[in-house]
Every structure is written in structure tokens, then in C-alpha cells.
């Protein structure tokens, strides 16, 4: 999932100072899975908002709406019908959400609530941590399913880099080494030998640098 955190209050009432009918929309996908925009954040921002906006004496219309994915159109089209009665959407959804919504709707200011983060997996609650990169050429077979371009610390195709403590990693002894789960792995599966292989730097073409990246699937 994609993750996300929400904006200092300060910052969000700062962008939308200037209006005065607000929708605060959430996406009750990733973002709600990582507790930062489904519909319950949404629901709390907006109430917070207008505590704030009331204690300050302002007239202003805060309503609040959730999506069941703000990424995706046949779900973003369904604002048609309210969204004139704003003039400026607030967005807890992912960056993707966010620009989706103005792009169907242009003539509508978006803003965004939260600050995307990273691909990951929810671990604990209240605890995530990223997983991939999105690199667009998944080597995980390799690596017994672990990957070392999101979790070593010095992303090393060809590791471990020998540094090592206890299964820890030397940069951050909070972290574990990557290299070192990979190697337990692939034991464990007696696949070491995939480890002879080396490894070529990362073809970085296939995530970036083309703008931005597309599939298209003439079956769907
Ligand atoms: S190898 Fe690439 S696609 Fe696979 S998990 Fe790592 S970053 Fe993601
Ligand atoms: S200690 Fe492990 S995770 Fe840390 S940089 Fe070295 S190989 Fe990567």
C-alpha cells in the first residue's frame, strides 16, 4: 500500500485560508489503511477545522466526504453532483489521489492534506515500513523475497557489505540487516546458490526517467 501522513494543521489551514466552502475528502483505500486519510481521519480533520475556524469566528463551510479510491475515476466522478458547492477540495489522499481529482476536475483548487510516503506494509498497528521501491523490474526471486533496494540501507545488490552485528544493520541498529534475512532465507529454501550470480547495477530506466511511468493491458 501506499502510505501517508497528515500535514501540520498549521500548514493546511494556512493553504486554505483563502476559502471559504471547503470539502475535506478522503480515500478510504491505502491511506485509510495507514490511518492518515479514510474516513474517520477525514471526518477528524474536518471537525478540527471547524473548531478552529469557529473559535476564530469564521464563516466557513466545512463538509467532509470519503471515496472509495480517490485514484481511481468511475469512483472520482461520483463528485459531480456536489462538488460546485465548493470552492476548494482538501485532499487526504496520496499524491496519485489528489492529482486524479484535478485532473477531472480542473476547475476546482485541490489541496493536499497529507504527505505521501512510501510503498510498505502495515507490521504492527500504528507501525509501518517500507517495502519497495517500485522499480519496475522485481527481483525478489533472487533475494528470497526480500528486498535490499528498500531494505538496506546502502541498497546493495551484491551484499552483505560485511558490516553487520547480530543480524542488525551498521548503519542503524534499529534496522535489520537485509542482507542477513536474505542469506537466512534462501538457506532455509536451499537456494543459496542464486547467490553466485552477480548482480549488475540496477537499470534505473524502467522506474524513472521517461516521465511518468504507464501499463497499458489491452485485455482489461
Ligand atoms: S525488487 Fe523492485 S519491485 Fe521488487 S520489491 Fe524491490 S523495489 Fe519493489
Ligand atoms: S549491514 Fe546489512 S542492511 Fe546494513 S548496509 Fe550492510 S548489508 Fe545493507
Same mark, same amino acid.
Given at each position: 500500500?501506499i ?5 501540520p494543521?498549521?500548514? +493546511? #489551514?494556512?493553504?486554505? &485560508?483563502?476559502?471559504k466552502? !471547503?470539502?475535506?475528502?478522503g480515500?478510504a &483505500? ?7 486519510? =479514510? $474516513?474517520? @481521519?477525514?471526518?477528524m ?5 471547524? !473548531?478552529?475556524? %469557529? ?6 463551510l466545512?463538509?467532509e466526504?470519503?471515496?472509495?479510491r480517490?485514484?481511481?475515476?468511475d469512483?472520482i !466522478?461520483? *463528485?459531480?453532483?456536489?462538488?460546485? %458547492?465548493y470552492?476548494?477540495?482538501? &485532499?487526504?489522499?496520496c =499524491?496519485a =489521489?489528489v492529482q486524479?481529482v484535478? @485532473? +477531472?476536475?480542473?476547475?476546482?483548487p ?7 510516503g512510501? *510503498?510498505g506494509?502495515? %507490521?504492527d498497528q500504528?507501525? /509501518?515500513?517500507e ?8 527481483m525478489?526471486?533472487?533475494?528470497g523475497g !526480500?528486498c535490499?533496494l528498500?531494505?538496506?540501507s546502502?541498497?546493495l545488490?551484491n551484499g552483505?557489505c560485511g558490516? &553487520?552485528?547480530d543480524g542488525?544493520?551498521? +548503519?542503524?541498529p534499529?534496522? $535489520?540487516c537485509? /542482507? ?5 532465507r534462501?538457506?532455509?529454501? =536451499?537456494?543459496?546458490?542464486?547467490? $553466485?550470480n552477480i ?5 534505473w530506466?524502467?522506474k524513472?526517467g521517461?516521465?511518468? #511511468? ?7
Amino acid at each position: 500500500m501506499i502510505t501517508g501522513e497528515q500535514k501540520p494543521i498549521d500548514e +493546511i #489551514r494556512e493553504m486554505i &485560508s483563502p476559502y471559504k466552502r !471547503i470539502l475535506v475528502l478522503g480515500c478510504a &483505500s491505502c491511506v485509510a489503511e495507514c490511518a492518515a486519510g =479514510g $474516513e474517520k @481521519e477525514a471526518a477528524m480533520l474536518a471537525s478540527t477545522l471547524r !473548531i478552529a475556524a %469557529k473559535m476564530r469566528k469564521e464563516n466557513v463551510l466545512i463538509k467532509e466526504k470519503t471515496l472509495d479510491r480517490q485514484c481511481v475515476r468511475d469512483f472520482i !466522478i461520483s *463528485l459531480d453532483d456536489i462538488i460546485g %458547492k465548493y470552492d476548494v477540495v482538501l &485532499s487526504l489522499g496520496c =499524491g496519485a =489521489g489528489v492529482q486524479a481529482v484535478a @485532473e +477531472i476536475f480542473p476547475e476546482v483548487p485541490i489541496i493536499p492534506a497529507l504527505n505521501t510516503g512510501f *510503498l510498505g506494509e502495515t %507490521k504492527d498497528q500504528g507501525y /509501518w515500513v517500507e517495502s519497495c521501491l517500485g522499480c519496475g523490474d522485481c527481483m525478489l526471486y533472487h533475494f528470497g523475497g !526480500i528486498c535490499p533496494l528498500a531494505r538496506c540501507s546502502k541498497q546493495l545488490l551484491n551484499g552483505p557489505c560485511g558490516g &553487520s552485528m547480530d543480524g542488525r544493520c551498521e +548503519i542503524d541498529p534499529d534496522v $535489520e540487516c537485509a /542482507w542477513h534475512l536474505i542469506v537466512d532465507r534462501l538457506t532455509k529454501f =536451499g537456494a543459496l546458490d542464486r547467490l $553466485e550470480n552477480i548482480y549488475p547495477p540496477k537499470d534505473w530506466s524502467r522506474k524513472q526517467g521517461k516521465g511518468p #511511468r504507464k501499463i497499458v493491458r489491452e485485455d482489461q
